[in-house]
């Protein structure tokens, strides 16, 4: 059965312990709001620590081969998919999501493992021709240094091993804290890094219940040179602020508003699914999901009535119940915005015609709900919503589209469906976002760079161009060749 999956301390230098003050946080079940264990309530000494640890680490790992810490992180992701039905029982327990969707981001992050895992022997240099016989001029690409990694609960696992496994792959070491609503999943990989070899040190897990103080150690610490973060655009202008003091290297995929375009030559059946995959996928908590749903106005009352045929059938539960498709949201704070925001919707002339009130499964659970006749520039279109709640925007032109989409400061993921190849180019170009899917309402993958452009974020997770943001360039100029 291998090493136990729940670990209630934190994973400092390879070995788990309690926090130098010995407190402890509790960590709940969403669905039920029953207790599922203590965690470990790291301070920002504990914090410092572990930052030590990934320092000593550094030099060691680095200077490892890049098969070296591809053959570690392909025994990590298989441990990962060897435990993968116990890991989404696990995070499916402290976040709320579906089994079959927390099986899915167990896979899901394993993925980002094994492609980093490859990657990790494409560090490649260049040789660029010097004006000089003489010299020649050199292009190293060399890791960062320790990393910080500040993670969200929506995806506690996919997450972390996005960036966790970027980072070794690069010979980086890293100190996590994950979110303190579901800090279980980072510190069930860490029982995995130890089981598989990943040596002391490289990868350290520091959870608690005090953020900001731990957060503000890991973007202000010299010896941090990296700061990569997920989750709201505020704390992000915040991790930066601090990051400057020392000049760091960050990544921020922050908070989005995703348009979802259907146009009036849009394959109809096909833009329900998108909206169904994209709209309540883990309840709506995704920074990816259609935030904004805009119909041509040709087609909008027929498309709203079959969305909320749809979603009217989904079935609202705890996640280890079969069939469920909706779990709760994380917590009180989670349900009470959602609950505001429709409201709000509702009272400046709004109309729900599917749900919009709290369910009858629990306390957290929230009825998949439908909105039409919103106004973009109303409270709930310009927020992100995070709960299972789609809101519908007519339009009559393809400016106009373009116009209502970009409305906003948030530039993450956008969604686009038409049959026509030219709009697709001319939408998918003008649109002021990091990542544009067309016809297709799922767009993540372990191939392809994530990230987003305005206030939504700075440099690309996944992908080759995930690799670089742990990477710096060096130039050596070496001269006296020809002596």
Wanted: glycine share 10%; aromatic share 8%; charged share 25%.
């Amino acid at each position: 059965m291998g090493v136990s999956i729940l670990q209630t301390a934190a994973f400092i230098n390879g070995e788990f312990s309690e926090s130098e003050t010995g407190a402890s946080f509790p960590v709940f079940n969403p669905a039920n709001g029953k207790e599922i264990t203590r965690v470990a309530d790291c301070s920002a000494r504990d914090a410092e620590r572990a930052i030590d640890a990934a320092a000593a680490a550094f030099k060691g790992w680095a200077h490892e081969t890049a098969d070296v810490r591809a053959a570690v992180l392909k025994k990590w992701r298989s441990a990962i998919l060897e435990r993968e039905e116990d890991l989404a029982a696990l995070l499916s327990t402290e976040m709320g999501k579906p089994m079959a969707e927390a099986l899915g981001e167990i896979r899901y992050g394993a993925s980002y493992v094994e492609w980093f895992a490859e990657e990790a022997r494409r560090v490649y240099g260049e040789v660029i021709p010097n004006a000089s016989p003489s010299a020649r001029t050199i292009v190293l690409k060399q890791p960062v240094g320790v990393c910080a990694a500040i993670t969200p609960w929506n995806f506690p696992n996919a997450m972390l091993m996005r960036k966790a496994a970027a980072a070794l792959a690069a010979g980086c070491t890293m100190v996590a804290k994950p979110a303190e609503d579901t800090p279980l999943s980072a510190l069930a990989v860490a029982a995995l890094a130890k089981e598989v070899g990943v040596p002391e040190g490289v990868f350290n897990v520091v959870p608690t219940s005090k953020p900001a103080g731990v957060g503000e150690v890991l973007a202000t610490h010299p010896k941090v040179r990296k700061i990569s973060f997920t989750g709201s655009t505020g704390v992000g202008r915040l991790l930066l602020k601090q990051a400057s003091a020392t000049v760091k290297k960050a990544s921020m995929e922050l908070g989005g508003n995703a348009p979802f375009i259907v146009f009036k030559d849009a394959d109809f059946d096909a833009a329900i699914d998108g909206v169904m995959a994209s709209k309540y996928r883990n309840g709506g908590q995704t920074c990816v999901c259609a935030n904004r749903i805009f119909v041509h106005d040709s087609i909008v009352a027929e498309f709203s009535k079959k969305l909320a045929e749809r979603v009217k059938n989904l079935r609202v539960g705890a996640g280890n119940e079969t069939g469920v498709d909706i779990g709760p949201l994380i917590n009180r704070t989670a349900i009470e915005k959602v609950e505001r925001l429709v409201d709000n919707a509702v009272k400046d002339g709004a109309k729900c015609i599917v749900g919009g009130s709290r369910h009858e499964a629990g306390e957290l659970f929230f009825q998949p709900t439908v909105l039409t006749d919103v106004l973009n520039q109303s409270e709930i279109a310009q927020s992100e919503i995070f709960g299972p709640v789609a809101t519908i925007i007519p339009f009559s032109t393809e400016d106009e589209a373009i116009q209502y989409a970009n409305e906003t400061i948030y530039g993450l993921a956008a969604y686009i469906y038409t049959r026509d190849l030219g709009r697709a180019w001319r939408v998918g170009e003008a649109l002021e976002y990091g990542m544009v899917g067309v016809n297709e309402g799922v767009i993540s993958s372990a191939a392809a760079p994530f990230g987003g452009v305005k206030q939504s974020g700075m440099g690309r997770e996944g992908s080759k161009y995930g690799l670089d943001d742990y990477l710096e360039i060096k130039y050596l100029c070496m001269g006296g060749l020809d002596r």
